[in-house]
């Protein structure tokens, strides 16, 4: 009989309630360790979580999703939103802090007039697509990477060619999105500028929507040549930096190759942990967001801009992007170092501070493993590593000894031929989804 933990019979409750069984694609536990992963959390601090059994692990993976640089629980963050919260979070007047957010994300990117505030990045998306179009005045939108579930976006696998079949997990079709918005949505893949120029040219593309990196770098001046275009063509530039933002400078990626857009999207990083996103851009294009119809209750909530005021004053405080960079840097490093003593190929990718890595053969079932035992030696691992200011170090040291005994015993299987199947306690893992850059 096998026994559960309070953490998977909660999930096994859950599934029955809520379709898909979590909110978030990207936490099922099928993701990570199908029937042995711990779901669900009672307490997280640092790089640390502890599960409803009130067992311990380490965050090795994904730190709520890239949304905690500055690790769980800062304590600065929280003594500021409890302030607020006792305070009242809520009002029939509008929260000041608002308008200070807005004007110290202006000071960060002074070439921006104007900004709007949500709670999500799947809303900062939708926000900056609809400004952008009321901006140029055409429907087309050219997209590259990902940028959420809403409508828009998905409407692109209505097109005959399916082309965002890439993104998404298997069996997921977007049902209830509306066939008649085919072929207003058009991907394009990163560095492809000429794939770029032919979507242009051929359609009526008013807005071109892009992450500034994820998985690779730009080549032959990618971003400038979409500046450069988007200027000739009429069209809004908007980069979404949901995810890279405040991850290798002060404000967007887009920095370090002297590139501006017209909008950018900030998330995740921006509350450290609380909710809150932003559109930071142009007035030209920024006011004509009084000419549609943008509005939502809890987008005046206080905790939000409260919590990225102090995570902002925080950050640039200590030089956070630069911590997690070099934290990113050496896990890379520490990838490829044991990979390579046990004699396993593996391809590294991503932002060094939210990095990736893939086995060249049997992935999944590899990762699954990984997940496996390292969950038995105390660790939240995957083949990921989202770096936060609360990893040193040691933890760093912790998980490397963890990790190479795991590479070793998958790399004895490859020498003996034995099959890796046998070792796991369960199914394989699910796959996830891949992006366009």
């Not at 779901?39 to 380490?58: M, P, R, T």
């Not at 996103?277 to 939502?296: C, D, P």
């Not at 997690?324 to 990979?339: E, F, H, M, P, Q």
């Not at 997940?371 to 998980?399: C, P, R, V, W």
């Amino acid at each position: 009989m096998k026994i559960m933990n309070k953490g998977q019979k909660l999930y096994k409750k859950g599934k029955k309630l809520i379709p898909g069984g979590t909110m978030l694609l990207s936490k099922r536990p099928e993701i990570f360790l199908p029937d042995k992963w711990p779901s669900y959390f009672s307490k997280a601090k640092g790089c640390e979580v502890w599960d409803l059994d009130k067992k311990k692990y380490f965050d090795m993976t994904i730190m709520g999703i890239g949304t905690n640089s500055l690790g769980y629980g800062n304590e600065e963050v929280d003594k500021a939103v409890k302030e607020t919260i006792s305070k009242g979070n809520m009002s029939t007047l509008n929260c000041p802090e608002e308008v200070k957010l807005a004007e110290r994300l202006i000071e960060i990117n002074p070439w921006a007039q104007m900004v709007r505030f949500a709670r999500t990045g799947g809303e900062a998306n939708s926000i900056a697509v609809r400004i952008g179009r009321a901006a140029s005045g055409k429907d087309g939108v050219a997209v590259c990477g990902y940028h959420g579930w809403h409508d828009w976006y998905l409407s692109a696998n209505h097109n005959n060619s399916d082309n965002l079949s890439d993104h998404l997990l298997p069996g997921l079709e977007p049902l209830g999105v509306p066939k008649s918005l085919s072929n207003t949505v058009f991907p394009f893949r990163y560095n492809d500028y000429d794939g770029l120029v032919e979507l242009v040219n051929n359609n009526n593309i008013g807005v071109i929507k892009m992450e500034v990196m994820r998985n690779f770098k730009p080549k032959n001046d990618f971003l400038l040549k979409v500046r450069d275009l988007a200027n000739k063509k009429n069209i809004v530039l908007i980069f979404d930096e949901c995810t890279s933002g405040f991850r290798e400078t002060f404000g967007g990626i887009f920095k370090k190759f002297n590139v501006i857009p017209d909008l950018v999207m900030f998330g995740k990083t921006l509350g450290n942990g609380y909710a809150i996103t932003a559109v930071v851009g142009k007035k030209e294009v920024m006011e004509v967001a009084q000419k549609t119809f943008i509005s939502s209750t809890f987008w005046t909530e206080r905790i939000g801009p409260t919590a990225a005021l102090k995570t902002l004053e925080i950050m640039e405080k200590i030089k956070s992007w630069e911590i997690i960079t070099n934290l990113g840097l050496r896990v890379v490093s520490g990838w490829r170092k044991i990979a390579k003593e046990n004699k396993l190929k593996i391809s590294v990718f991503g932002i060094p501070a939210i990095s990736s890595y893939t086995f060249k053969t049997n992935n999944l079932i590899n990762k699954t493993y990984i997940t496996q035992e390292m969950l038995k030696k105390g660790f939240l691992a995957s083949t990921n590593f989202y770096a936060s200011t609360a990893h040193n170090d040691h933890f760093i040291d912790l998980y490397f000894e963890a990790l190479n005994e795991v590479y070793k015993n998958i790399s004895k299987c490859v020498l003996q031929e034995k099959n890796l199947l046998d070792l796991l306690d369960g199914p394989v893992c699910h796959d996830g989804f891949y992006r366009l850059n």
